[in-house]
């Protein structure tokens, strides 16, 4: 039977050998309690862990950290992340597109453009990541009121996902054209 502590807030991680406490992280963020997994890989990083679950763990107390709204946490752990993988890696740029995305959650939308337009054009990041940080640094200039720059950049976008039928050029088509029709009107 468990203890009234344990009904309350599960068990103490610290109990909790490394899968098994990866197994309840993952599954308290599936349930959106993002406090408790955040608590639950915090605990999981104190551990003596291979490269590849370090950089697991980390990329998804970075997410716990952003569905919990604390940004500025969320872009700790990206960056560290970053450094666990350095920026010559498309993990690396991976983590750093994250980190963009929690500068303009914390209202920095000049440094997060700053940021994006840094992924897109690195050799190292995936290509799925460069097509939507160039949509996303064009949206940050609209939301600079930087019209000019954001137009020239969506239709340089639009003009290269022209013929991308993929399900990523796709979706970021429309996205291209939902920014457009909002700088219209």
């Known amino acids: 039977m468990a ?16 899968e098994a406490l990866l197994t309840k992280a993952h599954g308290l963020y599936s349930q959106k309690d993002y406090a408790d997994a955040v608590r639950y890989f915090e605990e999981l990083l104190k551990r003596d862990l291979t490269p590849t679950k370090r950089g697991e763990v980390l990329r998804s107390l970075g997410f716990s950290c952003r569905m919990s709204a604390d940004h500025v946490k969320s872009e700790k752990v990206f960056r560290k992340l970053l450094a666990h993988h350095g920026e010559g890696t498309a993990d690396g740029m991976f983590a750093l597109y ?7 959650q914390q209202d920095d939308a000049a440094d997060a453009r700053d940021i994006m337009d840094r992924v897109a054009s690195t050799p190292h990041t995936a290509d799925v990541w460069k097509i939507w940080a160039r949509a996303n ?11 000019a720059r954001a137009r020239a950049s969506l239709e340089s976008l639009k003009a290269d996902l022209a013929d991308d039928a993929s399900p990523t050029g796709t979706r970021v088509k429309a996205y291209v054209e939902q920014m457009l029709g909002r700088l219209e009107s």
């Not at 009234?4 to 068990?11: N, Q, T, V």
């Not at 994250?98 to 303009?104: E, G, K, L, Y």
């Not at 640094?137 to 019209?147: E, P, Q």
Request: hydrophobic residues 35%; without cysteine; aromatic residues 8%.
């Open 3 to 18: 203890s009234l502590r344990e009904e309350i807030s599960g068990p103490d991680p610290r109990d909790l050998d490394d």
């Open 137 to 147: 640094a064009a949206d940050f200039s609209i939301k600079l009121g930087d019209k």
């Open 98 to 104: 994250h980190v963009a995305w929690s500068r303009f």
